[in-house]
């Protein structure tokens, strides 16, 4: 059974850093794995995503400002979020596919964390 389990979530005053952890298990550490996020009243978007090489995809609004990695050791997934805007806030999914290639569209994510709220203030 493929588990994710997030971490990191909070509050912070905009321009500030937040960083996420999802712990994944029940699945082989080679496959693709993302972060989305859904904001009160919006559709769930992909933030970023890293496949099987490392290749990584980001949302526009998160290109330079955010960094996903992910260690195979410990089978984790990370986002590191800095200069943070309003417009960051909404709760924050760790997904994870069997796929070796993914995108941001989230297309081929079949396993999801319950998620971790990320509120930026002004």
């Known amino acids: 059974q493929v588990q994710l389990l997030e971490s990191g979530g909070g509050s912070v005053e905009v321009g500030g850093s937040l960083s996420l952890s999802c712990a994944v298990s029940g699945l082989a550490n080679d496959r693709c794995m993302g972060w989305f996020r859904q904001a009160p009243g919006k559709e769930r978007e992909g933030v970023a995503t890293?496949?099987?090489?490392?290749?990584?995809d980001y949302a526009d609004s998160v290109q330079g400002r955010f960094t996903i990695s992910k260690d195979k050791v410990d089978n984790s997934l990370y986002l590191q979020m800095n200069s943070l805007k309003p417009e960051d806030t909404a709760m924050y999914f760790c997904?994870?596919?069997?796929?070796?290639?993914?995108?941001?569209?989230?297309?081929?994510?079949?396993?999801w964390g319950q998620g971790t709220q990320v509120t930026v203030s002004s």
């Open positions: 890293i496949n099987t090489y490392g290749d990584t």
């Open positions: 997904a994870a596919s069997e796929a070796m290639f993914c995108y941001t569209d989230g297309s081929v994510f079949a396993y």
